[in-house]
C-alpha cells in the first residue's frame, strides 16, 4: 500500500521557521529519492528539494541557503526544515518520490504573513 503522510505546516510570520515532517510507507520509501513540492495558488507543483537514500541533496534556487532536507531511512520518514520564510513560500507542501511520482498525500498548508 502506497501512503504519505505531511504533517507540521502553519502560519508563521516572515522571517521565521517550522519544520515539517512526511511519513511515507516503507515500499515507496526504501532505496528511493523523495522530494519535497509544493503548489502555490494558482500556480503549478514544483519541486523544492530532494534527497536521495545515500543522502545527496538538491534544492531550487529560491530555497537554497533557507530550507534543508533530510531523512531517516529507519523511519521512512523525510523532513524539511525551513527558516528565513518569505511570504513567497506560502504554498501546500507535498513529499513524494522523484521522477515518476505515486499517489499524492493531502498535503501540509504553509503559510507565511508579511
Known amino acids: 500500500q502506497v501512503q504519505l503522510v505531511e504533517s507540521g505546516g502553519g502560519l508563521v510570520q516572515a522571517g521565521g521557521s517550522l519544520g515539517l515532517s512526511c511519513a511515507a510507507s516503507?515500499?515507496?520509501?526504501?532505496?528511493?529519492?523523495m522530494a519535497w513540492y509544493r503548489q502555490a495558488p494558482g500556480k503549478q507543483r514544483e519541486l523544492v528539494a530532494s534527497?536521495?537514500?545515500?543522502?545527496?541533496?538538491n534544492y531550487a534556487d529560491s530555497v537554497k541557503g533557507r530550507f534543508t532536507i533530510s531523512r531517516d531511512n529507519t523511519k521512512s520518514t523525510v523532513y524539511l526544515q525551513m527558516n528565513s520564510l518569505k511570504p513567497e513560500d506560502t504554498a501546500v507542501y507535498y513529499c513524494?518520490?522523484?521522477?515518476?511520482?505515486?499517489?499524492w498525500g493531502q498535503g501540509t498548508q504553509v503559510t507565511v504573513s508579511s
Open positions: 513524494n518520490t522523484v521522477g515518476p511520482v505515486v499517489a
Open positions: 516503507r515500499n515507496i520509501f526504501s532505496r528511493n529519492p
Open positions: 534527497i536521495t537514500s545515500g543522502g545527496r541533496t
